[in-house]
């Protein structure tokens, strides 16, 4: 007679018994060690040791709900953070670390603790750990400074690592493209736009275009071809997207026929285009947190644009205007009629857009400058659709 015990009407196998036994492991795992999780599950060794870094995160705390609420079990004390921290990097992949970190930070308040350099030493470096560092920036003592710049620049240099080339080589073909010549060579004719000008010489009869007028990609010179503003939100809900246009600011100045500005601002408005050889210094120099006033930001920028049809504005905001509103609108519509191009990112970030003003965003969205959120690897593209003033790729989801 089968056995009918797996309630499935089959047979219990070695294989299906096993998979029973890791599922049960896993959800003993998320559950926590409560007497009411259900699984009947018993950890050891290197799974106990994952349990209990797990627990002293997320662990449930006194007056919690069994299997629901789940309060810290660490202390606020730097040895035994630090302990957990090396834990966590043991047996969790880095994608996990970082996420754990993050919600340690939140959960348990220890911003305090990354001002220790014994602490700084021991976490995982990401875009996040370095927004919290900028945060605390001005809190940070003499002795932490140089640990946190040290974390700061392994994360730029990483950064820069995954997006320079692409960013150079995309902005470079965008640049070449954009300078048309009447006389090109044979393998600098763009046949696209050389057909759409010659369609008129259509012969029906052998079914072809003869061109009376080549249109050609110029090459790019030592010259500037293209301004470039990148405009910056420093609030607090903006961290990641300061910190990848900060990394995006150094390698656009890096490249010889691009002239590039960085502004920041909140409140206040901050140009940082004379440090952006080196986006650390950038980075120190900003001030994470506090109100905003985009049409005071865009007034200064407004007000150093010299060359308007060759020049690209990159706004990057959540759009919470502090300032004036109708002024805002004004100064955008302003610079799209002098022929700027003017790009709109809710974010510059891997996450996806924030919180966001809807109604900012459609105002823009209703002068030709649609408001949406941007990945780091999209924004190459963005940047060479601008500069080629040719359609933005603006996500779907956007």
Known sequence: MPDRRAGGGGRVTAGSADQAQERLRRWRLVLGGDAADGTGCALAGRDAAMDGALAALYGKGDGAQPGRDRAAGLGASAPSVARWLGDIRTYFPSSVVQVMQRDAIDRLGLAALLLEPEMLEAVEADVHLVGT????????????????????????????????????????????????????????????????????????????????????????????????????DQSGSMAASVVYASVFGAVLASMRSISTRLVVFDTAVVDLTDQLDDPVDVLFGTRLGGGTDINRALAY??????????????????????????????????????????????????????????????????????????????????MAAAIEKRPLPVPETA
């Not at 040290?150 to 690592?161: G, S, T």
């Not at 960013?167 to 393998?187: I, W």
């Not at 610079?335 to 003003?357: C, H, I, N, R, W």
Request: charged share 30%; glycine share 4%; with cysteine.
């Open 133 to 232: 560092l900028l945060s605390l920036n001005k809190a940070m003592p003499e002795t932490t400074k140089e640990t946190a710049r040290a974390v700061v620049r392994k994360v730029v240099e990483d950064l820069e690592k995954r997006l320079a080339t692409r960013t150079r080589s995309a902005l470079t073909g965008a640049l070449d493209r954009s300078a048309r010549v009447s006389r090109p060579r044979h393998h600098d004719i763009d046949w696209n736009r050389t057909i759409a000008a010659n369609l008129k010489h259509y012969l029906p009869e052998h079914r072809t275009v003869v061109p009376e007028r080549l249109v050609g990609y110029g090459r790019a010179s030592r010259s500037v071809k293209k301004d470039v503003v990148l405009c910056v």
């Open 301 to 382: 920028c407004q007000e150093r644009i010299t060359r308007p049809t060759e020049t690209v504005v990159v706004l990057i905001s959540d759009l919470y205007e502090g300032g004036i509103r109708d002024e805002m609108l004004k100064r955008v519509a302003a610079m799209k009629a002098s022929g700027v191009q003017f790009v709109t990112l809710l974010a510059l970030s891997d996450e996806g857009a924030p919180a966001y003003d809807r109604e900012h965003a459609a105002a823009l969205a209703a002068l030709g400058a649609p408001a949406f959120a941007c990945t780091p690897d999209l924004f190459p593209e963005v």
